[in-house]
Structures are given as structure tokens and as C-alpha cells.
């Protein structure tokens, strides 16, 4: 090959990377973000041989673009590593287990709902009930819950416990 037309092919893939990396930047704040934090994990019995999670989280939308709840899903990972996907509580049925069950302490969060939205640049507290058809002492031996949310358009966030 001649040297001028390697110098130009050379330049004109330096010009295509900078545009290329001008327009991702510039669409960052379109892309949808979740920054997720779960805050609080109680383990209810609600008979001998069921039981329920009542998941705290702290959810930052960074971008400009509205998340809209389609499904939440609560996980169990067994100590065995082992997954085990929770049956997700309505609203109606956490305000009841608040009311009939003083183990389950005091409700801190509304709990998140399919088509509840999250505005842009908006930080909510949340909450989700999950009931699992096994003994609360399976919960308690639990490797971590995650929490997964999934976004009307499709997006996946997912939180995980950091056990000690």
C-alpha cells in the first residue's frame, strides 16, 4: 500500500472514533440508570412451613428518561446456592401482613407496584413482599435475596444482598 492512503485510512478512523464517542456521551443522560440499594431484609413466618421477605430498597433514577415498573421479583439464593423465585405480594396483601403480624415490625415503605414510575433524576424509597413455601429458617440460612426489577421497556436492574 501506498503511505499517504494508510495515513488517510488512519485518519479517518480516528475521526469516526471521536464521532462515535461524541454521540454516546451526548446520549447518556437518554440511556435509563437505576442505582439500587436495599436497606432492609425481614424474614416473617406466616406458618410452619411458609414464610415471607420484606425487601427495603432506595432507588436513584440518574438519567432523564422514566422507569416504569413492569415486575418485580424477589430471589432466594439457598445457602446450597440454589435459586428459589418468591411469590410477589400485592400491596394490599404487605398492609395486611404489617397489621396481622407484629413480628414483621413497623411498615418504613409504600411497596412498588407494576406501572409504578420512578421520574427522571427522582430517588424513592420502596419496598417488596415476596411469600416462599418453605420454614422461615430456610430464609434465615439464605446465601442472599436479589431483587429484580424490570422495566416496562424491557431493562433489567437487580440488587443483591451483601451478607455478612
Do not use: W
Amino acid at each position: 500500500m501506498n503511505k499517504p492512503l494508510v495515513i488517510a485510512l488512519a485518519m479517518g478512523a480516528v475521526v469516526m472514533g471521536m464521532l462515535v464517542s461524541v454521540f454516546y456521551k451526548g446520549s447518556e443522560d437518554y440511556r435509563l440508570t437505576l442505582e439500587a440499594e436495599l436497606r432492609k431484609i425481614r424474614v416473617v413466618e406466616t406458618s410452619p412451613a411458609s414464610s415471607i421477605a420484606l425487601v427495603d430498597f432506595r432507588l436513584q433514577n440518574r438519567s432523564n428518561v422514566q422507569f416504569v415498573l413492569r415486575e418485580a421479583k424477589v430471589v432466594l439464593v439457598k445457602a446450597d446456592g440454589s435459586e428459589l423465585d418468591g411469590d410477589t405480594q400485592p400491596r394490599d396483601t404487605v398492609n395486611r401482613i404489617f397489621e396481622y403480624l407484629p413480628a414483621a415490625g413497623g411498615k418504613i415503605n409504600e411497596v412498588l407496584i407494576p406501572s409504578d414510575k420512578i421520574g427522571p433524576k427522582a430517588l424513592i424509597d420502596r419496598m417488596a413482599g415476596s411469600s416462599f413455601s418453605i420454614p422461615v429458617a430456610e430464609l434465615e440460612a439464605r446465601k442472599h435475596f436479589r431483587v429484580e426489577l424490570i422495566d416496562l421497556d424491557g431493562g433489567k436492574f437487580v440488587m443483591t444482598e451483601k451478607r455478612k
